[in-house]
């Protein structure tokens, strides 16, 4: 029997497809295996304290092994916050994470990405971190770093934190420090700080910049060249601005507060004057205390002080009367250069030094009294090495002031007149900040490289019983407390 074309195609198809089946397959000669991954932990912390190191060290099992080079790594950290922009801070490359947690305080996501080379796929962890605030109290340190500002602190433990200022404000840059500042009106908390011609707020709790100077006036001054800046009641902010006062007064009332226009010097003389950096202070106004001294001022141009006045919700500045019989100089009229002014060891006992040609002579101010006048002495009569002094501080607790004469420090009793050195600077070193707090008198030295702080503890008769040295900072310009 004859087959049909048609059926000796069929027969040679069937042919075809069994010797097919017979060869070998080889598809899958060519393929790369995939290196899985498996990632985990149990040494990660749910919590870390503001610039303490974290340290983490996950497990990794390969599903095949490869050489050391074959894993990149990546640690990085943001944010975890609806309100947050979500900025992504790389932490280290290293398979083990050893790093200083330089962020603010908050709720973040730890995120470790491991990356196989071969492959290119990538493998995460996620570990949830609460970064704690450490800076809740301490002294606060401004320092000079190449003409730019910085701020260390120093924690009640005696431990230093260095450039939190910087590592915090990483896009803001504050020129030619002036002076650091905290206030509380009300228990609401900032930190100023100034520089030679910009200021900053920072967030109380985590030190990062709020607003500058050009929001806190009512007409921004047209020079902003900041040279004191002082709380001096609950709700009253004065700033010394390229001589000039303005003021800010909280409290009572609804609206925005903000700074005044510059105060008008007594006697028609409007903004003819040009304050000195050193304020005296008096009781806050409306507490039933003598005078309506809030804040002594000395003008350089008349030579002489005003007041600024508490008695009502608009400050103003106001002269002085006439001295009293027996008052021992007169306010208005002092006639001398002011080169220093500090708080006593009572309240409102302010104590200036004032310079006529060769002589220094320290007045005594109390704006507690209606007469403020309290004292007055020739310095150098008694107690002549203390002429061409460049720094002095008072004793908050005796009668006592340490001046700075040429590498030295000198205890000078005001009762007697007398001084005597108690401590000589180290060599090299120039002294560039130096005040007392009231059981210690702080001492910051520059040696051309580095800072360094001195803590002189003092003892019940004035001198300076043990020292605690503090290392590793830039010039130190400016120091204040801050509290919890």
Not at 21 to 29: I, P, Q
Not at 106 to 117: D, E, F, W
Not at 392 to 403: R, W
């Amino acid at each position: 029997m004859k087959l049909s074309v048609y059926n000796w195609l069929c027969v040679l198809m069937l042919v075809m497809l069994t010797l097919s089946g017979c060869l070998k397959d080889r598809s899958n000669k060519d393929i790369i295996p995939i290196n899985v991954l498996s990632i985990s932990d149990t040494t990660a912390v749910d919590a870390v304290l503001q610039f303490d190191t974290l340290t983490v060290r996950p497990d990794i099992k390969e599903a095949l092994p490869s050489d050391k080079d074959g894993l990149v790594y990546e640690w990085s950290i943001h944010q975890n916050d609806s309100e947050d922009a979500y900025p992504v801070y790389i932490l280290d490359s290293t398979r083990y994470l050893h790093q200083a947690i330089r962020v603010k305080p908050g709720i973040y996501r730890l995120i470790y990405k491991v990356t196989v080379k071969a492959s290119g796929v990538s493998y995460f962890k996620f570990f949830n971190l609460k970064v704690i605030n450490r800076f809740s109290e301490g002294w606060l340190v401004m320092e000079d770093v190449a003409g730019k500002t910085d701020m260390s602190i120093i924690l009640n433990t005696d431990t230093s934190f260095h450039h939190i200022f910087t590592e915090l404000n990483k896009d803001y840059v504050l020129n030619a420090p002036v002076q650091v500042a905290t206030t509380n009106f009300y228990g609401a908390k900032s930190v100023w700080m100034f520089g030679a011609d910009n200021a900053i707020e920072l967030e109380y709790t985590e030190m990062t910049k709020l607003t500058d100077y050009t929001s806190w006036f009512w007409e921004t001054p047209p020079v902003f060249h900041p040279q004191k800046f002082r709380q001096i009641d609950d709700g009253t902010n004065i700033m010394i601005n390229d001589g000039l006062l303005n003021v800010r007064v909280a409290g009572g009332f609804p609206g925005d507060v903000k700074y005044m226009n510059t105060l008008p010097f007594p006697g028609g003389k409007g903004d003819n004057y040009y304050f000195s950096s050193y304020v005296g202070v008096g009781p806050q106004p409306y507490t039933g205390e003598k005078t309506p001294y809030s804040a002594i001022f000395f003008d350089t141009k008349s030579k002489g002080f005003v007041y600024l006045s508490g008695a009502s919700l608009i400050p103003s500045l106001v002269a002085f009367s006439a001295p009293e019989p027996g008052s021992y100089f007169d306010m208005r009229n002092i006639g001398m250069d002011l080169l220093a002014m500090d708080q006593g060891n009572a309240p409102f006992l302010n104590n200036a030094i004032f310079k006529d040609n060769s002589n220094y002579y320290l007045y005594q101010i109390d704006g507690n009294r209606s007469d403020p006048t309290v004292g007055k002495k020739l310095i150098t009569g008694d107690a002549p090495e203390l002429a061409a002094f460049t720094k002095m501080t008072s004793s908050k607790k005796l009668q006592q002031i340490y001046f700075l004469v040429n590498g030295n420090i000198y205890l000078y009793d005001i009762p007697s007149g007398k001084a005597r050195a108690i401590k000589a600077i180290a060599a090299g070193e120039q002294v560039t900040y130096f005040q007392c707090t009231g059981d210690d008198v702080m001492v910051g030295t520059w040696n051309g490289t580095e800072g360094k702080l001195y803590r002189y503890r003092i003892s019940p008769l004035g001198d300076f019983q043990n020292v605690k040295v503090f290392t590793g900072f830039g010039k130190i310009v400016s120091m204040t407390y801050k509290a919890a």
